[in-house]
């Protein structure tokens, strides 16, 4: 079955410094998600992307974040000037459709875990 | 505040027992609502969707309900084995939106 990857699985950076979180969503999707997960805390929405641009953003989503769509298969989020407070799991997710379509599978990769120190 | 409330937060059961997950929602009217597994270190994966219209759906052992009155989904884990050990999101889709609850950790022991 196709999957969502995220690479790498775990990335330490020091605060102030950026760094490109990179995610290969499944081949046939079109609508292209990250979401974030701080310890211990629930899942929160970052952005969606859909036809080369942003299609939604959530307000944690602020000029610190940007996503790209490189090439025909990856899809990056950078985070500049990297705060302790980023440190989470950064979920890579797509679906076939927008989340609106009932029944739209979202299909989630494993995360990068980001720690800031 | 959160618009998806799960309980308990967290739970022990044996293995074989059976156990049972409770969300309150208050997106109405939604789009879809859904059950999500996430393994310890691990992304999310669907269990269930469900539209404002279904009252029930079964994936294998896992068997989600839902009553669109009171606003509330269950997930029912029958014959509980050491792997499904991990937390439950339940997630409540309005447009484009997802609304996810803090989840539901479960514990199997043998």
């Known amino acids: 079955e196709p999957e969502v990857t995220q690479t790498p699985s775990h990335q330490v950076t020091q605060m102030g410094q950026e760094v490109i979180l990179r995610c290969v969503p499944i081949?046939?999707?079109?609508?292209f998600y990250w979401y974030r997960q701080i310890l211990g805390q629930k899942v929160e929405f970052l952005v969606s992307f859909y036809n080369n641009e942003i299609s939604e953003k959530s307000e944690i989503f602020d000029d610190q974040f940007s996503v790209e769509r490189p090439d025909g298969s990856n899809f990056t989020l950078k985070i500049r000037s990297t705060k302790l407070e980023d440190s989470a799991m950064y979920f890579c997710?797509?679906?076939?459709?927008?989340?609106?379509?009932?029944?739209?599978?979202?299909?989630f990769g494993n995360g990068t875990r980001l720690t800031v120190t | 505040k959160n618009q998806v409330e799960q309980s308990p937060q967290s739970l022990i059961i044996l293995e074989g027992k059976n156990c049972t997950l409770q969300?309150?929602?208050?997106?109405?009217?939604?789009?879809?609502l859904r059950w999500y597994k996430q393994d310890t270190g691990r992304g999310p994966v669907s269990l269930t969707i469900?539209?404002?219209?279904?009252n029930t759906k079964s994936n294998g052992r896992y068997t989600a309900t839902l009553d669109a009155d009171t606003k509330q989904s269950s997930l029912h884990i029958t014959a509980s084995q050491l792997s499904d050990s991990a937390s439950y999101i339940c997630v409540v889709t309005l447009d484009y939106k997802l609304s996810f609850g803090a989840g539901t950790t479960v514990t199997v022991r043998a």
């Open positions: 469900m539209t404002f219209s279904e």
């Open positions: 969300c309150n929602y208050t997106v109405s009217p939604f789009s879809n």
């Open positions: 997710a797509s679906s076939p459709r927008g989340q609106g379509a009932v029944k739209s599978p979202l299909h």
């Open positions: 081949s046939n999707h079109l609508y």
